[in-house]
């Protein structure tokens, strides 16, 4: 199976409070899905049947279920959005620790051929995740790089997730490549700081050669795309070689496009 790189995002969005006369204020956090397109799969679908998450405050733990989070999705159709799923309340001063949700089922679609997926474990537990009910992002990256793995004959999903917090306004960084008059499609793009000590988020241009990057807070940032790269199936650590054209973008107060031309 070709390298397969795939981010789900489950972003926790808009953390506004209400005033109650008889009890604690409410924190309402809406949840999005999010995804980064992949190279060699057509289709990803993804049925979750339940979700749930645990809060603590003034000492006492809670679980709760909001209702109507029974959801199908193909992946692949986000191509890179944010799109709402729903919304849970917390009590302010509480502080989210965990998160679990059931993936019932899940079928990939390679060259027009839909696969059923085996799922040793159907529920996705996210331990530890320890959020406090303030402004604020939480972005789990689903990564299919270390998740979905093809043993010859049949595909298996094991989900391996990365929360990764973020506060304050926050703006997208987004962009198109072209080449040679044509959309330059299946391309890898990475962000980095202007240090490049880390990778802050890869993607993969779509078919019309667009990208997105997410949302970042202002600030100074380096874009690079690297064309015809195959992605590692097992690595902790992605090692990339040197890019094909990168261009440093500066966020202030707005979203950004960047666009390639090669």
């Known amino acids: 199976m070709k390298k397969i790189l795939l981010v789900l995002v489950l972003l926790i969005l808009i953390f506004s409070s209400c005033v109650n006369m008889f009890g604690p204020k409410i924190v309402t956090l809406e949840v999005l899905l999010a995804d980064k397109p992949v190279k060699d799969i057509e289709k990803l679908k993804v049925d979750i049947s339940s979700f749930s998450y645990h809060y603590a405050i003034a000492d006492e733990g809670v679980w709760a279920t909001p209702t109507n989070v029974s959801t199908s999705v193909d992946i692949l159709s986000l191509a890179g959005t944010e799109v709402s799923w729903l919304k849970i309340n917390l009590p302010e001063n509480a502080t989210l620790t965990q998160i679990r949700f059931e993936v019932e089922s899940a079928t990939v679609t390679v060259a027009g051929v839909e696969n059923s997926v085996i799922l040793p474990n159907k529920t996705v537990h996210l331990p530890k995740v320890d959020i406090s009910a303030v402004d604020g992002e939480l972005v789990l990256d689903f990564d299919l790089v270390r998740s979905l793995h093809y043993n010859g004959n049949k595909y298996i999903l094991t989900p391996v997730l990365k929360p990764t917090f973020r506060r304050g306004n926050v703006f997208s960084i987004k962009g198109t490549a072209v080449e040679a008059s044509l959309p330059l499609k299946h391309a890898v793009v990475a962000l980095f700081p ?35 790269l195959e992605l590692p199936d097992e690595s902790e650590d992605l090692v990339l070689p040197t890019e094909n054209v990168s261009r440093t973008v500066t966020i202030e107060g707005k979203d950004v496009t960047v666009d390639f031309n090669f």
């Open 194 to 228: 202007t240090d490049e000590s880390t990778i802050l988020r890869l993607t993969l241009t779509r078919k019309d050669g667009s990208f997105y990057l997410g949302k970042w807070k202002n600030g100074t940032y380096v874009v690079k795309i690297f064309k015809n």
